[in-house]
Nanobody, 127 residues
Framework: QVQLVESGGGLVQAGGSLRLSCAASGRTLSNYNMGWFRQAPGKEREFVAAIMYSGSRTDYADSVKGRFTITRDKAKNTVTLQMNSLKPEDTGVYYC????????????????????WGQGTQVTVSS
């Protein structure tokens, strides 16, 4: 089973950038559709971005379109979330998640379709 570890979170001022990385061990991420989600204090976990196992399709929440980019690096077995023009409302714990590609890509904006989650990394954006 794949294990996921997020890194790259931190404290940044509004307008700044962060690059989150999701590293995998145990399995190659090429066999998984991947997603990023976030959870702010007192709120439910929400979808941020997803990428198909092949890398041929990506999807984003409306709130991050044009500011965040999800990519995957097969050689490093990682999935990255580049976050630019950060806003205070982007604050939260960011989680990466994996779903075997055989289960399809449909519904990749729903947390319930993912089998495996990382432990999360904190992102704090100050105003």
């Amino acid at each position: 089973q794949v294990q996921l570890v997020e890194s790259g979170g931190g404290l940044v001022q509004a307008g700044g950038s962060l690059r989150l990385s999701c590293a995998a061990s145990g399995r190659t991420l090429s066999n998984y559709n991947m997603g990023w989600f976030r959870q702010a204090p007192g709120k439910e976990r929400e979808f941020v971005a997803a990428i198909m196992y092949s890398g041929s399709r990506t999807d984003y929440a409306d709130s991050v379109k044009g500011r965040f980019t999800i990519t995957r690096d097969k050689a490093k077995n990682t999935v990255t979330l580049q976050m630019n023009s950060l806003k205070p409302e982007d604050t939260g714990v960011y989680y990466c998640a994996a779903r075997p590609y055989l289960r399809g890509y449909s519904g990749s904006d729903r947390a319930g379709v993912y089998d495996t989650w990382g432990q999360g990394t904190q992102v704090t954006v100050s105003s």
